[in-house]
């Protein structure tokens, strides 16, 4: 029996929140091995969380992983069976769900080193994003604009295609990457990371975001600081806009 979507959309979703603050606990915590590895291995790790997750459930639901593309993939009608409305509550919370139990399975794996940490906000670093300078316009607009060069690449993505036959027999015939398929969307993240990601830490993505936040509020972490509320919207916000705004420009192309 196939796998469900919303099953792997809450499976690709854990997988990316544990691969994807797991990378970052492994950086900022106390005593770990890859202390202090610096913004690059985050981006990298982040970039890589985001190929696995789509290698491995991609092939079941689409692999959005991420509200903004699911409802930007609606908004827009793109591909040859548009994505539809009546799907995206079901998406989003299976990937609000996966974000949470993946950032639990991050603190369980690294609790020894949340223990030996002292720092409150590297705690909560390794859970959700906080912005360099906090400037709530400036941070909603850096989160819009992320969004929007990954949702917009996303949805000018498109499957290798040659046709076959001869006049009326003419067919077109999609061939998909697999594997390959899956790597241009991680070193998109990647490249956003490296470029875009030094002044909110680029969520792009509500779910990553929410879910571990509420992961943080919920799990009994020695020492921790509160979940910083006051900041959660922009994160869900900015990249919600960014997602339409790229859904837009891609309606309004074709």
């Known amino acids: 029996m196939p796998l469900n979507r919303y099953l792997a959309e809450f ?8 691969l994807g603050n797991g990378v970052v606990a492994n ?5 770990t091995k890859g202390r202090g590895g610096g913004w690059i291995v985050i981006c990298a790790g982040w970039g890589f969380a985001v190929f696995v997750a789509v290698l491995r459930v991609g092939q079941f639901g689409g692999a959005h992983i991420n509200p903004a593309v699911t409802i930007g993939l609606a908004f827009s009608g793109a591909g040859d069976n548009p994505f539809p409305w009546s799907d995206v509550p079901g998406y989003i919370v299976a990937q609000l769900g996966g974000a949470l139990i993946g950032a639990g399975i991050v603190y369980l794996f690294y609790k020894s080193h949340y223990d030996a940490t002292e720092d409150a906000d590297l705690k909560l670093a390794t859970f959700c994003t906080a912005p360099a300078i906090r400037s709530l316009r400036l941070n909603i607009f850096c989160e819009a604009i992320a969004t929007f060069v990954l949702v917009y690449a996303v949805l000018l993505s ?3 295609a040659f046709t076959l036959g001869v006049g009326a027999n003419l067919q077109k015939i999609k061939v998909r990457l ?7 969307v991680g070193l998109i993240v990647f490249a956003i990371g490296l470029s875009l990601g030094g002044t909110t830490g680029y969520a792009i993505n509500p779910a990553r975001d929410l879910g571990p936040r509420i ?5 009994p972490i020695a020492g921790k600081r509160d979940s910083d509320w006051q900041y959660a919207a922009i ?6 806009v960014g997602g339409l705004a790229a859904a837009l420009l891609f309606k309004l192309q074709s």
């Open 178 to 184: 697999g594997s390959v398929g899956a790597l241009p």
């Open 158 to 160: 498109t499957d290798v």
């Open 215 to 219: 992961a943080h509020a919920l799990l």
């Open 27 to 31: 950086v900022v915590l106390s005593r």
């Open 11 to 18: 499976i690709g979703t854990a997988i990316l929140v544990l």
């Open 235 to 240: 994160p869900v916000l900015g990249p919600i």
